[in-house]
């Protein structure tokens, strides 16, 4: 477990928040200690640079995007929180099918293949995690990703 996942999340979001163009809001809720993951970070950086694009296309000007960093036993759950137009029930579970889009009118003015969170869930399993969506319409949108961690203190034992 060599990454410190709160470090290179923290690198991504600041990433977007020095490039960003939109009048949008970064909320961050990450704890302030490293916690450690066996990932390939390129892929990771694919997965996680997507999701946020996501969030900021689909955001409204003034709009608040938050990431959260929790744990729970042996794993880290990453949600990156958006308030823009939101996703139809019946399509949450769709949204991860590879070029599927939630709606024609909407696609053809946003532009995009719809691969994104089809390859997002594909390197999300092979690291051992999982990968979904909770979403109201009309209020917003959270994706949700876990990884396997070690928050174990093994150090105490050296
Ligand atoms: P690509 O990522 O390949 O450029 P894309 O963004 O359209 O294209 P995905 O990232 O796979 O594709 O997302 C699939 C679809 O899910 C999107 O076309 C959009 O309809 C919907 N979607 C994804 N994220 C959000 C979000 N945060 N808010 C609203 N709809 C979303
Ligand atoms: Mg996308």
Redesign the pocket.
Known sequence: KDTDFIEFFNKIIDRFEMTKSQEVTFQRKLPRYPIYVTIDQDKLTQVID??I???L???PEGGLVSFKVEEHANTIQVS?S?Q????PKK?LE???E?F????RA??RK???????????KELISSHGGHIW?T?IEGK??T?FFTLPADLSEEDDWE
């Open positions: 997507n999701i694009s996501n969030a296309k689909y955001s990156i958006d823009g137009m939101g996703i399509s769709r949204i991860f590879r599927y889009r939630v709606d909407r696609s946003m532009g995009g293949t719809g691969l994104g969170l089809a390859i997002a969506a979403s917003g949108t994706i």
